[in-house]
Protein backbone atom coordinates (compact mmCIF):
# COMPACT_ATOMS: atom_id res chain seq x y z
CA UNK A 1 0.00 0.00 0.00
CA UNK A 2 1.08 3.44 -0.05
CA UNK A 3 2.69 2.60 3.60
CA UNK A 4 4.56 -0.81 3.13
CA UNK A 5 6.30 -3.26 5.64
CA UNK A 6 5.39 -0.52 8.62
CA UNK A 7 7.32 -1.92 11.43
CA UNK A 8 5.93 -1.63 15.12
CA UNK A 9 7.78 -2.82 18.55
CA UNK A 10 8.32 -5.75 17.24
CA UNK A 11 7.10 -7.24 20.33
CA UNK A 12 4.11 -8.34 19.83
CA UNK A 13 0.52 -7.24 21.52
CA UNK A 14 0.19 -6.89 25.14
CA UNK A 15 -3.09 -7.85 26.95
CA UNK A 16 -5.19 -5.44 28.33
CA UNK A 17 -3.56 -7.15 31.88
CA UNK A 18 -0.02 -6.54 31.60
CA UNK A 19 -0.84 -2.74 30.50
CA UNK A 20 -0.03 0.06 32.80
CA UNK A 21 -2.99 2.10 33.73
CA UNK A 22 -2.40 4.73 31.27
CA UNK A 23 -1.67 2.42 28.76
CA UNK A 24 -4.57 0.60 29.19
CA UNK A 25 -7.21 3.52 29.43
CA UNK A 26 -4.93 4.14 25.93
CA UNK A 27 -6.04 0.83 24.59
CA UNK A 28 -9.33 0.99 26.22
CA UNK A 29 -10.55 4.19 24.49
CA UNK A 30 -8.97 2.46 21.53
CA UNK A 31 -11.11 -0.56 21.76
CA UNK A 32 -13.85 1.77 22.15
CA UNK A 33 -13.85 3.25 18.36
CA UNK A 34 -12.65 6.38 20.44
CA UNK A 35 -9.97 8.62 18.91
CA UNK A 36 -6.59 9.82 19.94
CA UNK A 37 -5.91 13.27 19.91
CA UNK A 38 -2.41 14.78 19.30
CA UNK A 39 -2.42 16.20 23.35
CA UNK A 40 -3.44 13.06 24.49
CA UNK A 41 -0.49 10.69 26.13
CA UNK A 42 -0.12 7.96 23.42
CA UNK A 43 2.77 5.04 24.01
CA UNK A 44 6.28 5.64 22.51
CA UNK A 45 5.53 3.12 20.25
CA UNK A 46 2.14 4.20 18.81
CA UNK A 47 3.44 7.97 17.99
CA UNK A 48 6.50 6.06 16.10
CA UNK A 49 4.87 3.48 14.01
CA UNK A 50 2.70 6.54 13.10
CA UNK A 51 5.07 8.91 12.21
CA UNK A 52 6.60 6.16 10.09
CA UNK A 53 3.16 4.75 8.57
CA UNK A 54 2.04 8.79 7.37
CA UNK A 55 5.35 9.92 6.68
CA UNK A 56 5.66 7.00 4.26
CA UNK A 57 2.14 7.77 3.00
CA UNK A 58 2.88 11.66 2.20
CA UNK A 59 6.18 10.51 0.71
CA UNK A 60 4.31 8.89 -1.84
CA UNK A 61 2.20 11.25 -2.46
CA UNK A 62 4.83 13.33 -3.08
CA UNK A 63 7.02 10.73 -5.22
CA UNK A 64 3.81 9.24 -6.97
CA UNK A 65 3.66 13.09 -9.20
CA UNK A 66 6.50 11.94 -10.84
CA UNK A 67 5.16 8.92 -12.86
CA UNK A 68 1.47 10.87 -13.96
CA UNK A 69 3.80 13.86 -14.22
CA UNK A 70 5.57 12.61 -16.91
CA UNK A 71 2.72 12.46 -19.25
CA UNK A 72 1.00 16.09 -18.38
CA UNK A 73 2.71 17.93 -21.04
CA UNK A 74 2.03 14.65 -23.42
CA UNK A 75 -1.87 14.38 -22.85
CA UNK A 76 -3.52 14.68 -25.55
CA UNK A 77 -6.35 16.96 -25.43
CA UNK A 78 -7.00 19.86 -23.53
CA UNK A 79 -9.36 18.16 -21.53
CA UNK A 80 -6.99 15.32 -20.36
CA UNK A 81 -4.46 17.60 -19.61
CA UNK A 82 -6.47 19.35 -17.03
CA UNK A 83 -7.95 16.34 -15.69
CA UNK A 84 -4.73 14.85 -15.15
CA UNK A 85 -2.92 18.41 -13.92
CA UNK A 86 -5.53 18.27 -11.31
CA UNK A 87 -5.32 14.99 -10.36
CA UNK A 88 -1.36 15.51 -9.99
CA UNK A 89 -2.35 18.41 -7.92
CA UNK A 90 -4.81 16.32 -5.19
CA UNK A 91 -1.68 14.52 -4.73
CA UNK A 92 0.56 17.34 -3.70
CA UNK A 93 -2.21 18.64 -1.94
CA UNK A 94 -2.68 15.28 -0.02
CA UNK A 95 1.13 15.08 0.76
CA UNK A 96 0.35 18.64 2.30
CA UNK A 97 -2.29 17.18 4.72
CA UNK A 98 -0.36 13.81 5.95
CA UNK A 99 2.89 15.97 6.18
CA UNK A 100 0.51 17.84 8.91
CA UNK A 101 -0.68 15.26 10.33
CA UNK A 102 2.53 14.08 10.91
CA UNK A 103 3.71 17.48 12.79
CA UNK A 104 1.21 16.80 15.47
CA UNK A 105 3.21 14.58 16.27
CA UNK A 106 6.39 16.22 17.13
CA UNK A 107 8.28 15.88 13.63
CA UNK A 108 8.24 18.27 11.57
CA UNK A 109 8.32 18.20 7.40
CA UNK A 110 11.52 18.92 6.74
CA UNK A 111 12.77 16.01 9.25
CA UNK A 112 11.01 13.80 6.77
CA UNK A 113 11.85 15.49 3.16
CA UNK A 114 15.54 15.32 4.78
CA UNK A 115 15.00 11.38 5.05
CA UNK A 116 13.00 10.83 1.97
CA UNK A 117 15.48 12.18 -0.06
CA UNK A 118 18.88 10.46 1.72
CA UNK A 119 16.89 7.06 1.15
CA UNK A 120 16.25 6.30 5.10
CA UNK A 121 12.20 6.67 4.53
CA UNK A 122 10.63 4.96 2.11
CA UNK A 123 7.77 5.52 -0.57
CA UNK A 124 5.41 2.48 -2.14
CA UNK A 125 6.92 0.21 -4.02
CA UNK A 126 4.47 1.33 -6.95
CA UNK A 127 6.01 4.43 -8.02
CA UNK A 128 9.16 2.78 -9.29
CA UNK A 129 7.49 1.85 -11.97
CA UNK A 130 7.42 3.83 -15.65
CA UNK A 131 4.65 5.54 -17.06
CA UNK A 132 5.60 4.50 -21.02
CA UNK A 133 2.68 5.39 -22.62
CA UNK A 134 -0.96 7.61 -22.25
CA UNK A 135 -2.50 4.06 -21.63
CA UNK A 136 -0.47 3.85 -18.37
CA UNK A 137 -2.74 7.47 -16.73
CA UNK A 138 -5.51 5.08 -17.23
CA UNK A 139 -4.16 2.16 -15.68
CA UNK A 140 -2.08 3.83 -12.82
CA UNK A 141 -5.77 5.71 -11.78
CA UNK A 142 -7.75 2.53 -12.05
CA UNK A 143 -5.19 -0.09 -10.42
CA UNK A 144 -2.98 2.39 -8.46
CA UNK A 145 -5.77 4.75 -6.96
CA UNK A 146 -7.65 1.48 -7.15
CA UNK A 147 -5.69 -0.39 -4.56
CA UNK A 148 -4.93 2.60 -2.52
CA UNK A 149 -8.58 3.19 -2.28
CA UNK A 150 -8.66 -0.51 -0.57
CA UNK A 151 -6.71 0.81 2.27
CA UNK A 152 -7.61 4.55 2.66
CA UNK A 153 -11.36 3.44 2.93
CA UNK A 154 -10.97 1.71 6.02
CA UNK A 155 -8.26 4.10 7.06
CA UNK A 156 -11.21 6.70 7.56
CA UNK A 157 -11.58 4.80 10.86
CA UNK A 158 -8.49 4.75 12.27
CA UNK A 159 -7.68 5.47 15.90
CA UNK A 160 -5.65 8.92 15.31
CA UNK A 161 -7.99 11.74 14.82
CA UNK A 162 -5.43 13.94 12.72
CA UNK A 163 -4.87 11.18 10.27
CA UNK A 164 -8.47 9.98 10.23
CA UNK A 165 -9.37 13.57 8.95
CA UNK A 166 -7.31 13.65 6.51
CA UNK A 167 -7.59 10.49 4.87
CA UNK A 168 -11.48 11.42 4.88
CA UNK A 169 -10.71 14.54 2.79
CA UNK A 170 -7.71 11.80 0.72
CA UNK A 171 -10.63 9.52 -0.12
CA UNK A 172 -13.21 11.87 -1.90
CA UNK A 173 -10.79 12.73 -4.26
CA UNK A 174 -9.03 9.25 -4.58
CA UNK A 175 -12.54 8.16 -5.84
CA UNK A 176 -12.68 10.64 -8.60
CA UNK A 177 -9.05 9.16 -9.38
CA UNK A 178 -10.01 5.96 -10.16
CA UNK A 179 -12.68 6.55 -12.05
CA UNK A 180 -10.95 9.17 -14.27
CA UNK A 181 -8.70 6.40 -14.39
CA UNK A 182 -11.19 4.15 -15.55
CA UNK A 183 -12.66 6.30 -18.04
CA UNK A 184 -9.16 6.73 -19.58
CA UNK A 185 -9.46 2.77 -19.91
CA UNK A 186 -12.53 2.53 -21.48
CA UNK A 187 -11.22 4.87 -24.37
CA UNK A 188 -8.31 3.20 -24.80
CA UNK A 189 -9.28 -0.28 -24.74
CA UNK A 190 -12.64 0.58 -27.50
CA UNK A 191 -10.11 3.06 -29.17
CA UNK A 192 -8.41 1.95 -32.14
CA UNK A 193 -6.44 -1.10 -32.64
CA UNK A 194 -3.29 1.02 -31.43
CA UNK A 195 -5.12 2.14 -28.75
CA UNK A 196 -6.35 -1.52 -27.19
CA UNK A 197 -2.45 -2.67 -27.50
CA UNK A 198 -1.46 -0.23 -24.83
CA UNK A 199 -4.28 -0.61 -22.95
CA UNK A 200 -3.81 -4.54 -22.32
CA UNK A 201 0.26 -3.79 -22.32
CA UNK A 202 -0.24 -0.92 -19.45
CA UNK A 203 -2.37 -3.84 -17.31
CA UNK A 204 0.37 -6.27 -18.28
CA UNK A 205 2.74 -4.16 -16.84
CA UNK A 206 1.08 -2.51 -13.80
CA UNK A 207 -1.22 -5.32 -12.86
CA UNK A 208 1.49 -7.55 -10.71
CA UNK A 209 3.34 -4.25 -9.06
CA UNK A 210 -0.37 -3.17 -8.03
CA UNK A 211 -1.18 -6.59 -6.22
CA UNK A 212 2.55 -5.91 -4.45
CA UNK A 213 0.99 -2.55 -3.19
CA UNK A 214 -0.57 -4.34 -0.49
CA UNK A 215 2.45 -5.95 0.66
CA UNK A 216 3.37 -9.43 1.58
CA UNK A 217 0.98 -11.86 3.40
CA UNK A 218 1.00 -10.36 6.91
CA UNK A 219 -1.45 -12.76 8.59
CA UNK A 220 1.45 -14.00 11.06
CA UNK A 221 3.20 -10.72 11.38
CA UNK A 222 3.73 -9.09 14.50
CA UNK A 223 4.21 -5.68 13.42
CA UNK A 224 0.93 -6.29 11.93
CA UNK A 225 -0.72 -7.25 14.60
CA UNK A 226 0.41 -4.64 16.71
CA UNK A 227 -1.05 -1.89 14.65
CA UNK A 228 -4.20 -3.84 14.21
CA UNK A 229 -4.73 -3.04 17.87
CA UNK A 230 -3.76 0.38 17.43
CA UNK A 231 -6.19 0.73 14.89
CA UNK A 232 -3.65 2.14 12.81
CA UNK A 233 -4.36 -0.83 10.25
CA UNK A 234 -7.41 -1.86 10.01
CA UNK A 235 -7.13 -5.05 7.49
CA UNK A 236 -4.96 -7.51 6.71
CA UNK A 237 -2.74 -7.48 3.48
CA UNK A 238 -4.61 -10.27 2.41
CA UNK A 239 -7.60 -9.35 2.59
CA UNK A 240 -7.35 -6.20 1.00
CA UNK A 241 -5.51 -7.89 -1.91
CA UNK A 242 -8.39 -9.99 -2.11
CA UNK A 243 -10.49 -7.12 -2.25
CA UNK A 244 -9.04 -5.82 -5.07
CA UNK A 245 -8.65 -8.27 -7.16
CA UNK A 246 -12.39 -8.98 -6.57
CA UNK A 247 -13.35 -5.87 -7.66
CA UNK A 248 -10.93 -5.90 -10.31
CA UNK A 249 -11.11 -9.07 -12.58
CA UNK A 250 -15.45 -8.21 -13.43
CA UNK A 251 -13.98 -4.62 -14.33
CA UNK A 252 -10.61 -6.00 -16.76
CA UNK A 253 -13.42 -8.36 -18.52
CA UNK A 254 -16.12 -5.07 -19.37
CA UNK A 255 -13.14 -3.45 -20.85
CA UNK A 256 -12.49 -6.34 -23.09
CA UNK A 257 -9.23 -6.62 -21.06
CA UNK A 258 -7.19 -9.62 -20.04
CA UNK A 259 -5.72 -10.06 -16.51
CA UNK A 260 -2.03 -11.50 -16.98
CA UNK A 261 -3.03 -13.98 -15.41
CA UNK A 262 -3.64 -17.62 -16.40
CA UNK A 263 -4.79 -19.16 -13.17
CA UNK A 264 -7.24 -16.22 -12.47
CA UNK A 265 -10.77 -17.86 -11.85
CA UNK A 266 -13.77 -17.43 -10.13
CA UNK A 267 -14.42 -19.55 -7.01
CA UNK A 268 -18.38 -20.40 -7.33
CA UNK A 269 -18.44 -21.40 -3.81
CA UNK A 270 -16.94 -18.77 -1.99
CA UNK A 271 -17.83 -16.09 -4.35
CA UNK A 272 -13.82 -14.73 -4.58
CA UNK A 273 -10.93 -14.93 -7.52
CA UNK A 274 -8.21 -17.68 -6.92
CA UNK A 275 -5.44 -15.46 -8.42
CA UNK A 276 -1.16 -16.14 -8.92
CA UNK A 277 0.71 -14.49 -6.26
CA UNK A 278 2.79 -11.68 -7.25
CA UNK A 279 6.73 -12.01 -7.68
CA UNK A 280 7.83 -11.26 -4.08
CA UNK A 281 11.66 -11.61 -4.79
CA UNK A 282 10.85 -8.58 -7.46
CA UNK A 283 9.15 -6.47 -4.80
CA UNK A 284 11.78 -6.82 -2.33
CA UNK A 285 14.34 -6.10 -5.07
CA UNK A 286 12.31 -2.67 -5.17
CA UNK A 287 12.09 -1.85 -2.04
CA UNK A 288 16.00 -2.46 -1.77
CA UNK A 289 16.39 0.27 -4.47
CA UNK A 290 16.17 -1.46 -7.09
CA UNK A 291 13.42 -1.39 -9.21
CA UNK A 292 13.21 0.37 -12.60
CA UNK A 293 12.93 4.09 -11.62
CA UNK A 294 14.13 4.47 -8.15
CA UNK A 295 16.92 6.03 -8.81
CA UNK A 296 15.39 8.27 -11.31
CA UNK A 297 12.68 9.12 -8.50
CA UNK A 298 15.24 9.71 -5.80
CA UNK A 299 17.18 12.03 -8.17
CA UNK A 300 14.32 14.12 -9.37
CA UNK A 301 12.71 15.03 -6.28
CA UNK A 302 16.92 15.61 -4.61
CA UNK A 303 17.06 17.93 -7.42
CA UNK A 304 13.95 19.87 -7.28
CA UNK A 305 15.13 20.25 -3.23
CA UNK A 306 18.57 21.36 -4.26
CA UNK A 307 18.06 23.44 -6.81
CA UNK A 308 14.77 25.22 -5.02
CA UNK A 309 16.74 26.10 -2.06
CA UNK A 310 17.59 29.46 -2.75
CA UNK A 311 14.05 30.32 -3.68
CA UNK A 312 12.93 28.71 -0.08
CA UNK A 313 16.07 30.61 1.29
CA UNK A 314 14.95 33.97 -0.58
CA UNK A 315 11.81 34.07 0.79
CA UNK A 316 12.65 33.54 4.33
CA UNK A 317 14.90 36.12 4.14
CA UNK A 318 12.37 38.36 2.59
CA UNK A 319 10.15 37.55 5.38
CA UNK A 320 12.33 38.13 8.42
CA UNK A 321 13.24 41.84 6.76
CA UNK A 322 9.49 42.33 6.53
CA UNK A 323 9.35 41.18 10.13
CA UNK A 324 12.36 43.69 11.15
CA UNK A 325 10.98 46.32 9.35
CA UNK A 326 7.35 46.45 10.61
CA UNK A 327 9.21 46.16 14.12
CA UNK A 328 11.12 48.93 13.77
CA UNK A 329 8.42 50.96 12.12
CA UNK A 330 6.40 50.12 15.36
CA UNK B 1 -14.09 40.64 -40.01
CA UNK B 2 -14.47 36.96 -39.36
CA UNK B 3 -10.37 36.50 -40.28
CA UNK B 4 -9.04 39.09 -38.01
CA UNK B 5 -11.47 38.17 -35.29
CA UNK B 6 -10.18 34.31 -35.46
CA UNK B 7 -6.93 35.39 -35.46
CA UNK B 8 -7.53 37.81 -32.55
CA UNK B 9 -8.73 35.24 -30.43
CA UNK B 10 -5.97 32.92 -31.34
CA UNK B 11 -3.65 35.50 -29.76
CA UNK B 12 -5.52 35.16 -26.45
CA UNK B 13 -5.93 31.36 -26.69
CA UNK B 14 -2.38 30.88 -27.59
CA UNK B 15 -0.88 33.20 -24.82
CA UNK B 16 -3.05 30.57 -22.81
CA UNK B 17 -2.24 27.32 -24.41
CA UNK B 18 1.33 28.12 -24.21
CA UNK B 19 2.22 29.71 -20.65
CA UNK B 20 -0.41 27.09 -19.48
CA UNK B 21 1.82 24.50 -20.85
CA UNK B 22 5.13 26.19 -20.06
CA UNK B 23 3.85 26.27 -16.07
CA UNK B 24 2.85 22.77 -16.26
CA UNK B 25 6.19 21.78 -16.53
CA UNK B 26 6.82 22.61 -13.47
CA UNK B 27 4.24 19.97 -12.20
CA UNK B 28 6.63 17.68 -9.43
CA UNK B 29 9.42 19.66 -9.26
CA UNK B 30 8.90 22.99 -7.79
CA UNK B 31 10.92 24.26 -4.87
CA UNK B 32 8.47 23.69 -2.22
CA UNK B 33 4.79 21.29 -2.01
CA UNK B 34 3.13 25.23 -1.87
CA UNK B 35 4.49 26.39 -5.25
CA UNK B 36 3.86 22.51 -6.43
CA UNK B 37 0.39 23.63 -5.65
CA UNK B 38 -0.04 27.21 -6.71
CA UNK B 39 1.60 26.47 -10.01
CA UNK B 40 -0.90 23.94 -11.06
CA UNK B 41 -3.58 26.38 -9.75
CA UNK B 42 -2.19 28.84 -12.85
CA UNK B 43 -1.90 26.10 -15.33
CA UNK B 44 -5.17 24.42 -14.80
CA UNK B 45 -7.06 28.39 -14.93
CA UNK B 46 -4.25 29.28 -18.24
CA UNK B 47 -5.95 25.55 -20.03
CA UNK B 48 -9.28 26.43 -19.08
CA UNK B 49 -8.84 30.03 -20.76
CA UNK B 50 -7.69 28.20 -23.29
CA UNK B 51 -10.73 26.00 -23.94
CA UNK B 52 -12.53 29.07 -24.37
CA UNK B 53 -10.87 31.13 -26.27
CA UNK B 54 -9.73 28.62 -29.01
CA UNK B 55 -13.71 27.47 -28.53
CA UNK B 56 -14.71 30.42 -29.78
CA UNK B 57 -12.04 31.04 -32.28
CA UNK B 58 -13.48 28.09 -33.36
CA UNK B 59 -16.62 28.88 -33.41
CA UNK B 60 -16.15 32.19 -35.61
CA UNK B 61 -13.93 30.12 -38.14
CA UNK B 62 -16.59 27.66 -38.85
CA UNK B 63 -14.94 25.37 -40.04
CA UNK B 64 -15.68 22.47 -38.06
CA UNK B 65 -12.81 22.99 -35.87
CA UNK B 66 -12.93 22.88 -31.92
CA UNK B 67 -10.41 23.86 -29.17
CA UNK B 68 -8.77 20.89 -29.31
CA UNK B 69 -7.97 20.99 -33.20
CA UNK B 70 -6.61 24.26 -33.04
CA UNK B 71 -3.90 23.29 -29.78
CA UNK B 72 -3.28 19.97 -31.36
CA UNK B 73 -2.79 20.34 -35.40
CA UNK B 74 -1.68 23.62 -36.12
CA UNK B 75 1.76 24.17 -36.98
CA UNK B 76 4.73 26.91 -35.14
CA UNK B 77 3.36 29.29 -37.86
CA UNK B 78 0.06 29.18 -37.18
CA UNK B 79 0.51 30.39 -33.39
CA UNK B 80 -0.32 34.10 -32.57
CA UNK B 81 1.49 33.64 -29.21
CA UNK B 82 3.40 36.53 -27.57
CA UNK B 83 7.29 35.12 -27.89
CA UNK B 84 7.13 36.25 -23.80
CA UNK B 85 5.27 32.99 -23.23
CA UNK B 86 7.23 30.12 -25.05
CA UNK B 87 10.74 30.98 -23.36
CA UNK B 88 11.75 28.12 -21.45
CA UNK B 89 11.48 27.90 -17.57
CA UNK B 90 14.70 28.59 -16.68
CA UNK B 91 14.68 28.63 -12.83
CA UNK B 92 12.12 29.31 -10.91
CA UNK B 93 12.77 32.88 -10.39
CA UNK B 94 12.68 33.17 -14.72
CA UNK B 95 9.70 31.33 -14.43
CA UNK B 96 8.10 33.76 -11.88
CA UNK B 97 9.46 36.62 -13.84
CA UNK B 98 7.90 35.68 -16.61
CA UNK B 99 4.31 35.09 -15.01
CA UNK B 100 4.61 38.72 -13.58
CA UNK B 101 5.47 40.61 -16.55
CA UNK B 102 2.99 38.45 -18.82
CA UNK B 103 -0.27 38.74 -15.40
CA UNK B 104 0.96 42.56 -15.51
CA UNK B 105 -0.19 43.04 -19.29
CA UNK B 106 -2.86 39.96 -19.32
CA UNK B 107 -5.12 41.14 -16.35
CA UNK B 108 -5.02 44.90 -17.69
CA UNK B 109 -6.14 43.54 -21.24
CA UNK B 110 -9.12 41.65 -19.78
CA UNK B 111 -10.25 44.00 -17.83
CA UNK B 112 -10.58 46.11 -21.05
CA UNK B 113 -12.12 43.32 -23.31
CA UNK B 114 -14.85 43.37 -20.41
CA UNK B 115 -16.08 46.01 -22.02
CA UNK B 116 -16.22 44.31 -25.43
CA UNK B 117 -18.60 44.74 -28.12
CA UNK B 118 -18.51 41.29 -28.29
CA UNK B 119 -20.34 39.62 -25.71
CA UNK B 120 -18.75 36.33 -26.06
CA UNK B 121 -15.51 37.66 -25.55
CA UNK B 122 -16.50 39.98 -22.69
CA UNK B 123 -17.83 37.15 -20.69
CA UNK B 124 -14.54 34.78 -21.12
CA UNK B 125 -12.46 38.05 -20.02
CA UNK B 126 -14.58 38.56 -17.18
CA UNK B 127 -14.07 34.77 -15.94
CA UNK B 128 -10.57 34.88 -16.94
CA UNK B 129 -9.94 38.69 -15.26
CA UNK B 130 -11.05 36.38 -12.04
CA UNK B 131 -8.37 34.31 -11.78
CA UNK B 132 -5.87 36.74 -12.96
CA UNK B 133 -6.18 38.62 -10.63
CA UNK B 134 -4.82 36.23 -8.25
CA UNK B 135 -1.52 35.02 -10.54
CA UNK B 136 -0.89 38.86 -10.87
CA UNK B 137 -1.07 38.72 -6.91
CA UNK B 138 0.92 35.87 -6.40
CA UNK B 139 3.79 36.20 -8.99
CA UNK B 140 3.94 40.00 -7.86
CA UNK B 141 4.84 38.81 -4.28
CA UNK B 142 6.86 36.21 -5.54
CA UNK B 143 9.21 38.45 -7.33
CA UNK B 144 9.17 41.00 -4.36
CA UNK B 145 9.87 38.17 -1.79
CA UNK B 146 12.89 36.34 -4.28
CA UNK B 147 14.32 40.36 -5.56
CA UNK B 148 14.74 41.36 -1.85
CA UNK B 149 15.67 38.12 -0.46
CA UNK B 150 18.82 37.18 -0.19
CA UNK B 151 21.96 38.11 -2.21
CA UNK B 152 21.63 35.30 -4.27
CA UNK B 153 17.64 35.36 -4.95
CA UNK B 154 18.24 39.12 -5.91
CA UNK B 155 21.25 38.18 -8.57
CA UNK B 156 18.84 35.69 -9.87
CA UNK B 157 15.45 37.79 -10.37
CA UNK B 158 17.70 40.46 -12.04
CA UNK B 159 18.98 38.49 -14.44
CA UNK B 160 15.64 36.97 -15.25
CA UNK B 161 14.09 40.37 -15.99
CA UNK B 162 17.25 41.15 -17.96
CA UNK B 163 16.54 38.55 -19.82
CA UNK B 164 12.98 38.77 -20.28
CA UNK B 165 12.76 42.51 -20.75
CA UNK B 166 12.90 42.42 -24.75
CA UNK B 167 10.20 39.95 -24.89
CA UNK B 168 7.96 42.82 -22.84
CA UNK B 169 7.59 45.60 -25.77
CA UNK B 170 5.48 42.81 -28.02
CA UNK B 171 2.54 43.10 -25.86
CA UNK B 172 1.93 46.75 -26.77
CA UNK B 173 2.42 46.45 -30.41
CA UNK B 174 -0.61 46.43 -33.20
CA UNK B 175 -1.41 45.66 -36.17
CA UNK B 176 -3.71 45.40 -38.57
CA UNK B 177 -5.87 42.92 -36.47
CA UNK B 178 -6.02 45.60 -33.94
CA UNK B 179 -6.77 47.73 -36.05
CA UNK B 180 -9.67 45.90 -37.14
CA UNK B 181 -10.70 45.04 -33.12
CA UNK B 182 -10.39 48.58 -32.20
CA UNK B 183 -12.42 49.53 -35.13
CA UNK B 184 -15.29 47.39 -33.73
CA UNK B 185 -15.23 48.74 -30.36
CA UNK B 186 -14.15 44.95 -30.08
CA UNK B 187 -10.84 45.09 -28.09
CA UNK B 188 -8.58 48.12 -26.64
CA UNK B 189 -5.90 49.96 -28.68
CA UNK B 190 -2.35 47.86 -27.07
CA UNK B 191 -0.81 50.92 -26.76
CA UNK B 192 -3.40 52.30 -24.26
CA UNK B 193 -2.50 49.82 -22.03
CA UNK B 194 1.11 50.85 -21.95
CA UNK B 195 1.26 53.90 -19.01
CA UNK B 196 -0.39 51.47 -16.32
CA UNK B 197 1.45 48.64 -16.84
CA UNK B 198 4.57 50.80 -16.71
CA UNK B 199 4.15 52.12 -13.32
CA UNK B 200 2.93 48.26 -12.25
CA UNK B 201 6.50 47.27 -13.31
CA UNK B 202 8.03 50.22 -11.55
CA UNK B 203 6.07 50.20 -7.96
CA UNK B 204 6.64 45.69 -7.97
CA UNK B 205 10.09 46.23 -9.22
CA UNK B 206 11.29 48.75 -6.52
CA UNK B 207 9.45 47.10 -4.12
CA UNK B 208 12.07 43.54 -5.23
CA UNK B 209 14.78 46.41 -5.16
CA UNK B 210 15.37 45.51 -8.64
CA UNK B 211 16.68 47.49 -11.67
CA UNK B 212 13.83 48.23 -14.42
CA UNK B 213 16.29 47.32 -17.94
CA UNK B 214 17.08 50.96 -19.08
CA UNK B 215 17.17 49.43 -23.26
CA UNK B 216 13.21 48.55 -24.21
CA UNK B 217 14.22 47.20 -27.22
CA UNK B 218 11.31 44.87 -28.31
CA UNK B 219 11.63 41.37 -30.51
CA UNK B 220 8.77 40.72 -32.36
CA UNK B 221 7.30 38.20 -34.45
CA UNK B 222 4.61 35.97 -32.39
CA UNK B 223 1.92 37.45 -32.02
CA UNK B 224 1.43 37.75 -35.89
CA UNK B 225 3.31 34.43 -36.49
CA UNK B 226 5.86 35.85 -38.72
CA UNK B 227 9.04 35.06 -36.45
CA UNK B 228 8.36 32.59 -33.23
CA UNK B 229 11.50 31.93 -31.20
CA UNK B 230 13.20 27.87 -31.58
CA UNK B 231 11.65 27.69 -28.61
CA UNK B 232 8.00 27.19 -29.95
CA UNK B 233 8.62 23.75 -32.04
CA UNK B 234 10.60 21.62 -29.30
CA UNK B 235 7.38 22.65 -27.40
CA UNK B 236 4.60 21.61 -30.29
CA UNK B 237 6.41 18.52 -30.58
CA UNK B 238 6.23 17.24 -27.38
CA UNK B 239 2.50 18.44 -26.70
CA UNK B 240 1.03 17.57 -30.22
CA UNK B 241 2.65 14.48 -30.15
CA UNK B 242 0.21 11.82 -29.56
CA UNK B 243 -2.37 13.76 -31.83
CA UNK B 244 -0.35 13.66 -34.45
CA UNK B 245 0.73 10.14 -34.03
CA UNK B 246 -2.42 8.86 -33.75
CA UNK B 247 -4.93 10.89 -35.97
CA UNK B 248 -7.27 8.72 -36.20
CA UNK B 249 -7.89 7.98 -32.65
CA UNK B 250 -10.26 9.79 -30.10
CA UNK B 251 -8.68 10.08 -26.38
Redesign the interface.
Known amino acids: MYAQMIKSTGQGVKSLDEMEPEERAFQERIDAGGKIEPKDWMPEGYRKNLIRQIGQHAHSE?VG??PE?NW???????????IL??K??DE??H??YL?CAAETLGVT?DDLTRDLLSGKMKYSSIFNYPTLT?ADMGAVGWLVDGAAIMNQVPLQRTSYGPYARAMVRICKEESFHQRQGFDIMM?MAN??E??HKMAQDALNRFWFPSLMMFGPSDAESVHSAQSMAWKIKMNTNDELRQKFVDQTAPQAAYLGLTIPDDTLKLNEETGHYTFAEPDWEEFFDVLKGNGPCNTERLE?RN???D?????????????E?KRSRKMAAE | MSQPLFEYLCRMGDNALVLGHRVSEWCGVAPVLEEDIALANVALDLIGQTQLWLGLAAEVEGKGRDADNLAFHRDVWDFRNLLLVEQPNGDFGRTMMRQFLFDGWHLAQLQALMDSSNDQIAAIAEKSAKEVTYHLERSSDTVIGLGDGTEESHRRMQSAVDRLWPYVGEMFLSDDVDQEMMAHGIAPDPASLRAGYDTLVADVLAAATLKRPEDDFAHKGGKTGVRHTEHLGHMLTQMQWLQRSYPDATW
Open positions: IQLGITRAPTLERKALAVQAGGLYRWKGTAQAKAWEGRWVREGLIAHAK
